[in-house]
Every structure is written in structure tokens, then in C-alpha cells.
T-cell receptor, first 115, second 110 residues
Framework: KAGVTQTPRYLIKTRGQQVTLSCSPISGHRSVSWYQQTPGQGLQFLFEYFSETQRNKGNFPGRFSGRQFSNSRSEMNVSTLELGDSALYLC??????????????FGEGSRLTVL | QKEVEQNSGPLSVPEGAIASLNCTYSDRGSQSFFWYRQYSGKSPELIMFIYSNGDKEDGRFTAQLNKASQYVSLLIRDSQPSDSATYLCAVSKGAQKLVFGQGTRLTINP
């Protein structure tokens, strides 16, 4: 079974630009979550989608948005990039057998550098 | 105060010994707790979850939960060099939203 696939793996942007990251979950997984990982703040929850609906949202500004498609694939977008947005963005999918399983399968991440 | 706190380490343990990793959380209403392992340059992977007070064993790993003390721990018996990684404690905040601690970097010395 293929794992969670994230694209692109690495990207460099400049301040003020926007970026779109893509995530394909494990086949059969309907829940997709996004996390930001930085050395200073650690792993922080961005949002979660289930059946194309945002089910939960973290404490990030509105510049961070996401969506999920009918095939469970997900994208996240960051607009008006700031230097502090440089991070590893991790997508995780879950079989979501229960409401609070916390059983996340992470992709390899998209490493964003903002110059 | 952070919602989930871990000693960042590094924690150094000789091969074959027991590694003990600790985590405290602030929300007394928390119900579900997780331990993820992250190797350098890799993504986190789930190794244990625990919902009830007491111990839960899986192979060389034992998770311990004490809700009264708001304390979760992970014991690794017969530590191997391949156990060297960062261990992340996480608390569920509903659905698939987890709050992670900063992680404890563990090094097993041969």
C-alpha cells in the first residue's frame, strides 16, 4: 500500500508570494491533517479535513488555508508568505475509524524556504 | 505554560538499558495520548497510544498514564542503537488534532 505522498518535497519562495502544497493520502483514508514543524515551535496543527469538510482548525492566521477533494486528496495554500513561514509542512492521513484515534500516517513533508 | 511538556534532552542511555521518557500535560480533560518517534530527517511515526490509566505494553515499549498526575511516560526496554531518535508525546484535542510536545532526543550508546 502506498504511503502518504506530498509534493513538492522542496521549494523556495520569496516574501509576498504564495504557495500551494499537495497531499495524496493512503488509499482508503478519508481524513487528512496538515501540520507545520519548525525547530522553535515544534509540530503544530494547521487543519484537518474529512469528506471535503474542514473538521478542525489550528491557531494560524487566515493566510493559511486548505481544501480536500472528493478523492480525499488535499491541498494547502499559504498566501503573502513571510520569513517565519519557512518550515517543514507535513500532511498526515488517518483511517478515521473513530473520532479520536490520533493514528496519523505522515508523509515525508514539503520543506518550504522563504527568502 | 505549554500544553504538553517534555524534557528536550538529549537523553543518553547505554545499549541494553531501559530508556525512560516523560511527558506532562495541562488539560485535565485530555483523554487520549500518543507517542510518536521521529528519526532525523524523517517524518513522525506512531509507536504507542494509551487511553486508560495504568500501563500498556507492546513489545519492548511500555506506555504509562497517570491522569491524576497528568503524566505520561514511555519506557523502552533493552534499548538498541536503532531506538536513537526524537520521541514526541502528543495529546488529542478531538478528531485528528494532536498537540505535540517539543520532543525528547534519545541517543542509545553501543
Amino acid at each position: 500500500k502506498a504511503g502518504v505522498t506530498q509534493t513538492p518535497r522542496y521549494l523556495i519562495k520569496t516574501r509576498g508570494q504564495q504557495v500551494t502544497l499537495s497531499c495524496s493520502p493512503i488509499s482508503g483514508h478519508r481524513s487528512v491533517s496538515w501540520y507545520q514543524q519548525t525547530p522553535g515551535q515544534g509540530l503544530q496543527f494547521l487543519f484537518e479535513y474529512f469528506s471535503e469538510t474542514q473538521r478542525n482548525k489550528g491557531n494560524f492566521p487566515g493566510r493559511f488555508s486548505g481544501r480536500q477533494f472528493s478523492n480525499s486528496r488535499s491541498e494547502m495554500n499559504v498566501s503573502t508568505l513571510e520569513l517565519g513561514d519557512s518550515a517543514l509542512y507535513l500532511c498526515a492521513s488517518s483511517p478515521s475509524r473513530g473520532s479520536n484515534t490520533g493514528e496519523l500516517f505522515f508523509g515525508e513533508g514539503s520543506r518550504l524556504t522563504v527568502l | 505554560q505549554k500544553e504538553v511538556e517534555q524534557n528536550s534532552g538529549p537523553l543518553s542511555v547505554p545499549e541494553g538499558a531501559i530508556a525512560s521518557l516523560n511527558c506532562t500535560y495541562s488539560d485535565r480533560g485530555s483523554q487520549s495520548f500518543f507517542w510518536y518517534r521521529q528519526y532525523s530527517g524523517k517524518s513522525p511515526e506512531l509507536i504507542m497510544f494509551i487511553y486508560s490509566n495504568g500501563d500498556k505494553e507492546d513489545g519492548r515499549f511500555t506506555a504509562q498514564l497517570n491522569k491524576a498526575s497528568q503524566y505520561v511516560s514511555l519506557l523502552i526496554r533493552d534499548s538498541q542503537p536503532s531506538d536513537s531518535a526524537t520521541y514526541l508525546c502528543a495529546v488529542s484535542k478531538g478528531a485528528q488534532k494532536l498537540v505535540f510536545g517539543q520532543g525528547t532526543r534519545l541517543t542509545i550508546n553501543p
